[in-house]
DNA sequence: AACAGTTACGTAACCCGTAATGATA
DNA sequence: TATCATTACGGGTTACGTAACTGTT
């Protein structure tokens, strides 16, 4: 058994079973493959994939698990890579980060800003997407770390640490009815059309805020940009429910920001990572920059646990910071 | 990097860094496995062995590191191997365990009879030892599985379940005081010397018992068979303390075997093997005959938890037979 | 002086790439 | 017929073993 053969089989059951193609993105020969998967077949006695004459159609049910071993097997040479990188160039590296739009916008620029003082040899990804996006990249390994609020699409091999809690505002144009009522209620809120994100989670969460107080609600729900809501609420569409750290009194001058932690309760937002991610030192650094209480050993700790619950009951205790 | 070379590394380190003897071993020259080293350590840019002049004297953090990896991607292509032998011969392969005295003595053997007729084509092996020998067999991948009732020497690499509680009994000759007297109190025991196993937690439990009652003890400890308890208790050299099913209505027509489990609480016998052990269909077998509330889905379970007392916590509710 | 690791070198295995062949949709 | 996997074959790399060398205890 060799790791190229099961870099083969793993490349090729990604590759939707084309060999050839497989070939072409490894900057290989297709026979070499077949012949490698082969021999891997014979070493082990058995069939990784199915054959319809020539072709591969399928992968057996062996294959299934000889596959799902050789990714970790790959996974951890890939570490081992890691770990020498780590003694011989601790600040040699990348960080890269997917995040949903608010916090890519607003939370993560200072710490990142500070972060690349500290280690200015580590390379930085950003990229953006949405909840489902962010938890695609790190199942593939396109970033290391995700950063966001809605923990649907969670699995269990990845670890969500709880970061910070957050509000929405709501803002009006100053000329708004609202503008001068203060505190405002759910009842008040009912009475106009509401912008905010076209998030799965926000959306239910806001609605759901409606439905327990007897209210029904009129949501626009536009593309997940703060800023666009706020373009939106100066054109007199609506009011606007947007992250109260996506609003600034300077800028913000023409919009009247109103507290809304009264009316929905507030978000929590998780920095998430694959459980078997190698954690190099800047990496541990760039959690705890972004999340006090996420100190190296905390994070070890989390780690530990089998399960999202236990990871939340770990942290019950412990005051996060609100944004 | 090739899988031969983490071989080397790895088995070096398990041959106090001699690579003469770990070429002796692996049927293979000294240079080869030098050279490969020396061609793994140049790819990771990074010394993995503390030399002094030509000799190794030590690892490395790096290396202390990079070998622990190594181990478990060697593991890994085991699985690999197994795997498919799961599928191509079910029926065939190993089983080995390694127990306590008593246990394999008393517990395993009618389930070893059952499952050998079951499993007509799986080598079983068995080795006795006490509970800290049982743990090193499994650290070793000596054995797949250990059956011990002292979880001592336990590590978070394990995975132990309970599987049946079992009580202690008195024996004493015919003719001894304590035969007509029923039921014994622990005052009348601590008038007498005691024979009881020679293991460090049954001796402490035994002890403790009488400390909790304020008594003082005298405690005779031989080796750990209860036959030989049973030959000293023959000579009236004392009261013997041995597992309740150690003993035979028939074969021990002389002795008189009293009910203790009023005196020391009742024990629990654990089935235990390591978090990375493959499992293989015989081995959930081998399992749910030897404890019948650990079924297939119950073992995957419990593997999945982290620690042991989380394991226990969920077999809180579960009635285990008591033997 | 005995032992242990590295270097040097020749051989044999093997991985890979090109070309040809066979099978499939 | 075009695509794709396998087979056949040749060349270059490499892993391994023997032998000689060098450093350590």
Avoid at 36 to 44: A, S
Avoid at 218 to 233: E, G, R
Avoid at 247 to 266: G, H, K, P
């Amino acid at each position: 058994m060799k790791l190229q053969q099961l870099r083969y089989i793993v490349e090729v059951a990604n590759n939707e079973l084309n060999v050839s193609l497989t070939a072409e993105k490894l900057y290989t020969s297709q026979p070499g493959i077949s012949k490698q998967i082969k021999l891997l077949e014979d070493e082990l006695g058995a069939q990784i994939f199915q054959r319809s004459g020539k072709h591969l159609s399928g992968i057996t049910p062996i294959g299934e698990k000889v596959i799902e071993v050789a990714r970790s097997i790959l996974n951890k040479t890939y570490d081992i890579k890691v770990i020498a990188q780590e003694f011989t160039k601790p600040n040699l590296g990348t960080l890269s980060i997917t995040s949903t739009y608010t916090q890519a916008r607003y939370a993560l620029p200072p710490v990142l800003q500070k972060f690349m003082q500290s280690y200015p040899e580590i390379a930085l990804k950003m990229e953006q997407g949405d909840s489902s996006q962010c938890i695609t990249n790190l199942k593939n390994r396109v970033t290391d770390f995700a950063v966001l609020t809605d923990l649907t699409d969670l699995t269990d091999e990845m670890i969500a640490l709880p970061c910070y809690h957050w509000n929405q505002a709501i803002i009006v144009p100053q000329a708004h009815p609202l503008a001068q009522k203060v505190p405002i209620s759910i009842e008040d809120l009912a009475q106009y059309p509401l912008i905010s994100y076209d998030s799965a989670k926000d959306g239910t969460d806001i609605i759901q805020t409606f439905i327990n107080a007897g209210k029904s609600a009129n949501v626009i729900f536009n593309t997940a940009d703060a800023d666009l809501i706020k373009t939106y609420v100066r054109l007199g569409v609506g009011v606007g429910v947007i992250a109260k750290m996506a609003t600034n009194e300077v800028q913000d001058q023409d919009l009247v920001i109103l507290n809304a932690s009264a009316i929905f309760s507030y978000n929590t937002t998780y920095i998430v990572f694959l459980r078997s991610l190698y954690l190099r030192n800047y990496m541990y650094d760039f959690i705890s920059q972004f999340s006090a209480h996420l100190d190296k050993k905390t994070v070890n700790q989390a780690i530990l646990c089998t399960d999202t619950n236990q990871v939340l009951t770990m942290f019950n205790g412990v005051k996060l910071t609100v944004k």
